[in-house]
């Protein structure tokens, strides 16, 4: 049975998902030319998740994730359940919909959201 | 590429480093944000900079102020190098008429007698002869004032220069604020030794950079007063200034009581004062090395730039915009 995708328990329906790693590198230049290199150290990574959310209940959960300073676990189906995701940023949009179907667990009248989640690696 | 290196003893996670150092600052100066420490407030604190492949010690000193920030959650660590007691340490006598004092006594021993009174412990002090209060009711007495200032004032007089190093030790010797070179007019005084610089800076290394001369600082005309009786004046002309010019400087210090001492004082003091002030402020790619009081090579084809400098300010900035040096240079 395949793994949802999940982010602290919320089932997410992820149709865009962008990765981010960054070196922090300084650049000079000095005046005979060229560039000089220097590495300063690296970023953690930074997801960034478009998704479908069905039900008031797993909105108002991501909602309340970016109030408690607690990361949670992030759950994809390619293998990793990675515990140490802080949501920094949610954007959350309700869709016109009439009946459901994504969600079969929950009521066909159940609200549709499409939400943008900003999730920082903490290990 | 080079991968910035910093270990700080007590430290965790520096975010930012700034070491300065200058001549004529009484105290290197080192400011530290990281995540945490564990260092309190009058923690002695090392600071070893650099890249992974060539680092080196840059700055011992003292913990003086910790600042918590937010909303960064960081704390800011200010630390002055070793010489801070001394400046902190005011001789208040309980009994006005029985202060330190000292008679017939080198300039070096005076002192170092007067830092051991701050509790400082390591000294590299250089033979000045120069030997105070050598008549009988002359004595070196030394209340309401500071450890530093009154070593200092000792070292000015002499045109000497008192510091402490990178590793902790007060040095006392024959400095001057530019570079040293054989063939100086001063190279004859007691403790005098031409600088060697310690490396060179090149177009490959400079970021920017500017040269300048003025005469602000120029004086020809040097009186020294001691004790009643005992005064000394040098002077000379300057091709910088109108004929017949002169720009004074007086320097007063009551136990001077020895005629040719204070005739020396004043040559060598206009050995000192009268010449231009030729500066090179540059910006350079990071460099531990680069510390005040010790010398450079400079070998810049942007700025038809040959010559050899003294070091005379150093600060070092190491943060995630990288590690840079800036610089203020004097050449003899």
Redesign the interface.
Known sequence: MPVNWSYGGVQLIVIDRVMDNDQ???????????T??????DDDRIEKITAYVVGVTDVALLQSYTTSGVPFTYVTPLGSSISGYSLKHVSIKQLNSICQTIRPDLAEDSPVFSVDLELYQDL | MSILYADIPGVTQPISITVSTQHTQSVATASIECISTSKSIGDEINIDLGYNDDHGHIFKGFVKQIERKVPENTRVITAHDVLSRAIDYFFVPTNPDAPFRRQNITAEDLIQDVLEEAGLTDFDLDATSFTFAVTADVYAEVKLVSAYDYAHGIADLLAWHIWADENGITKFKNRKPYFMATGDPDDNQPGWTADTAITTITDSTLLDGNYTEHERDLRNRVVVVGTPGINAEASASSPYLPAGYFKSVALFWPILDSQSIAQNAADYNLDLLNRLSKVFNATVVGNYQLIAHKAVSVNSTKLSLIDDFYIYYAEHQWSAKGYQTTLELRAK
């Open positions: 922090i590198i300084a650049r000079l230049n000095p005046v005979g030319g060229g000089v290199l220097q590495y300063f150290g």
